[in-house]
Nanobody, 125 residues
């Protein structure tokens, strides 16, 4: 089992940057594929980015491709989401998620067993 805690959210102007972190506690972090999802008010939660257990494979939603970068440091049990060129439509609660034993990246919510509590990102215009 793994516990996930996100941090790094906040208020930023359009065009700005933020870096989210997700710290994992528990054993076997390297065995987990990791993902970031987000949920805006009145909308369903949606996929943002994913990274394989090794960090060798990544995937992004079309809406963030080229602006966001997911990475992980298995020595620190942490996954990151670097968000650049932020837009007001990026405003949402961002969640990290962990999926045990996945051979590669996962973009579907159902593939992840563990979720963090979320961190709010607000982008002002």
């Amino acid at each position: 089992q793994v516990q996930l805690v996100e941090s790094g959210g906040g208020l930023v102007q359009a065009g700005g940057s933020l870096r989210l972190s997700c710290a994992a506690s528990g054993r076997g972090f390297i065995s987990y594929a990791m993902g970031w999802f987000r949920q805006a008010p009145g909308k369903e939660r949606e996929f943002v980015a994913a990274i394989s257990w090794s960090g060798g494979s990544t995937d992004y939603s079309d809406s963030v491709k080229g602006r966001f970068t997911i990475s992980r440091d298995n020595a620190k049990n942490t996954v990151y989401l670097q968000m650049n060129s932020l837009k007001p439509e990026d405003t949402a609660v961002y969640y990290c998620a962990a999926g045990w034993g996945l051979p590669t990246i996962a973009t579907s919510e159902g593939e992840y067993e563990y979720w963090g509590q979320g961190t709010q990102v607000t982008v002002s215009s």
